[in-house]
């Protein structure tokens, strides 16, 4: 069993930094890429940041791209998004979820509160 443990949401002005942490239980977390969703109130979920199982290849949403940065730690089975210069548009729920065998993303966290106030 797969569990996903998300941290690290928070207010924070336009402008701020934060870095959120998702921590993986269970094997084999370094054979599997991860992917950082978000979800605003009212909106539908959408996708923000993966990368893959080494850590050799990242994608990101165009709305983040140039301030995100999706990393992972093996070795700490822990993914993190590090966000910069925040918006207040950026507020949502962010969830992290694994990419399984057959690349959809098959196990989820709970999620965190991101609040950026203008």
């Known amino acids: 069993q797969v569990q996903l443990v998300e941290s690290g949401g928070g207010l924070v002005q336009t402008g701020g930094s934060l870095r959120l942490s998702c921590a993986a239980s269970?094997?084999?977390?370094?054979?599997?890429?991860m992917g950082w969703f978000r979800q605003a109130p009212g909106k539908e979920r959408e996708f923000v940041a993966t990368?893959?199982?080494?850590?050799?290849?990242?994608v990101y949403a165009d709305s983040v791209k140039g301030r995100f940065t999706i990393s992972r730690d093996n070795a700490k089975n822990t993914a993190y998004l590090q966000m910069t210069s925040l918006k207040p548009e950026d507020t949502a729920v962010y969830y992290c979820?694994?990419?399984?065998?057959?690349?959809?993303?098959?196990?989820w966290g709970q999620g965190t509160q991101v609040t950026v106030s203008s």
């Open positions: 269970g094997r084999f977390f370094r054979s599997y890429g």
């Open positions: 990368i893959s199982a080494n850590g050799g290849v990242t």
């Open positions: 979820a694994r990419r399984g065998p057959t690349m959809s993303y098959d196990y």
